[in-house]
């Protein structure tokens, strides 16, 4: 299953008054593992920043005039997001300003939904957890993940700690760097892959019945049928034959004994 942990920075909080996205952060994850292969782009938005977003994110007007445009970058990140789930926080805030910048693309009107599927992690996070505080800063501290970087908002920061509060929250892996022997060469795309893991054989024990367990087993199932009058369903059955294991696990069970 592949997803998409996204997060994005704007000029202010509403689309409808023109507000625009200026920085915009995905990373990948395949069947619950980062990949290693992200989405980064700042974009000047060809407007000014609200004082109150400034606060939030510390990116200044003046430091996005050389960026490029959303209209330059939008082919490049929908291949990226195509046949997705993304995943995000408050996810109806940062699609109504994705799907505001699809809108004033030429062609046909498209929608992030049209391109992927979409899963609210703060929606989430309220059904597991009604009632509290739901912020991404309160489900690090719920789940423990280190959010000490974030002294301010940054849209690929924020998807990076987001992937681990999401694996956190639905499968109790919080922990997402693995060591380069767990890492595969890099692939065409130049992402990493986990290798398959080793798994060395362990001889098991075989429990076997002694003769007195059978003879209590025979006598259980002649009380059953008796009192049941003749419906007890093992009786029918034919008895199985308990195996004598080999003599290899019996001589690593006597080693590891």
């Not at 606060?55 to 007007?61: K, Y």
């Amino acid at each position: 299953m592949r997803q998409i942990v996204l997060d994005t920075e704007t000029t202010g909080l509403e689309p409808e008054l023109n507000h625009r996205i200026i920085e915009i952060g995905c990373v990948e994850l395949l069947n619950r593992r980062r990949t290693g292969r992200s989405f980064h782009r700042y974009l000047n938005p060809e407007r000014e920043i609200d004082d109150g977003a400034l606060a939030v994110h510390g990116i200044s007007r003046t430091e996005l005039d050389g960026q490029p445009r959303f209209a330059q970058i939008a082919e490049e990140l929908l291949a990226f997001l195509e046949g997705a789930e993304l995943v995000i926080h408050n996810a109806a805030f940062d699609v109504a300003f994705l799907d505001a910048e699809l809108t004033r693309l030429p062609g046909p009107p498209r929608t992030v939904g049209s391109v992927c599927k979409i899963l609210d992690t703060l929606a989430l996070a309220r059904e597991l957890h009604p009632g509290q505080r739901n912020s991404l800063d309160a489900l690090c501290k719920r789940y423990e993940v280190d959010n000490s970087a974030r002294e301010l908002h940054g849209a690929l920061l924020d998807a990076r700690i987001l992937a681990d509060v999401y694996l956190a929250m639905t499968g109790g892996q919080a922990a997402l760097a693995l060591t380069e022997a767990e890492l595969g060469p890099p692939s065409a795309d130049g992402a990493r892959h986990a290798r398959a893991p080793v798994r060395t054989a362990v001889p098991l024990p075989i429990p076997t019945a002694s003769a007195e367990e059978l003879a209590a087993h025979e006598a259980m199932l002649a009380l059953i049928t008796r009192v049941s009058g003749g419906r007890c369903v093992w009786a029918g059955l034919e008895t199985v034959r308990v195996m004598t294991p080999p003599d290899s696990v019996l001589e690593a069970q006597r080693s590891s004994a």
